[in-house]
């Protein structure tokens, strides 16, 4: 079982920086895939970006590629997103998620995780 707990979300200007983190407990975390998804008001739960277990491979959202970049400090049990040069639409609800043991590739799909945080508000005024 994992558990997950997101924090770091706040009101930021645009242009501005926000580092979520994502704690997780649980032994096997270090050992699995993760990523961290967003859902925009009255939108559907989108995909932004996804990290292998060792940190070495990743995968990110068009809309966020460059200015985003995920990390993973496996001897802290926590994730990260640092987010840079924020705009307007990037204001969502923005949840970390894992994938399940013995998973090893990073992924898109909102189906493949198993493990998901409650969220933590990310507002962007223009």
């Known amino acids: 079982q994992v558990q997950l707990v997101e924090s770091g979300g706040g009101l930021v200007q645009a242009g501005g920086s926000l580092r979520l983190s994502c704690a997780a407990s649980?032994?096997?975390?270090?050992?699995?895939?993760m990523g961290w998804f967003r859902q925009p008001p009255g939108k559907e739960r989108e995909f932004v970006v996804a990290i292998d277990r060792s940190g070495g491979s990743t995968r990110y959202a068009d809309s966020v590629k460059g200015r985003f970049t995920i990390s993973r400090d496996s001897a802290k049990n926590t994730a990260y997103l640092q987010m840079n040069s924020l705009r307007p639409e990037d204001t969502a609800v923005y949840y970390c998620?894992?994938?399940?043991?013995?998973?090893?590739?990073?992924?898109?799909?909102?189906?493949?995780?198993?493990?998901w945080g409650q969220g933590t508000q990310v507002t962007v005024s223009s």
């Open positions: 998620a894992s994938r399940g043991l013995g998973t090893t590739v990073v992924s898109a799909r909102r189906s493949d995780y198993l493990y």
């Open positions: 649980g032994r096997t975390f270090s050992n699995n895939p």
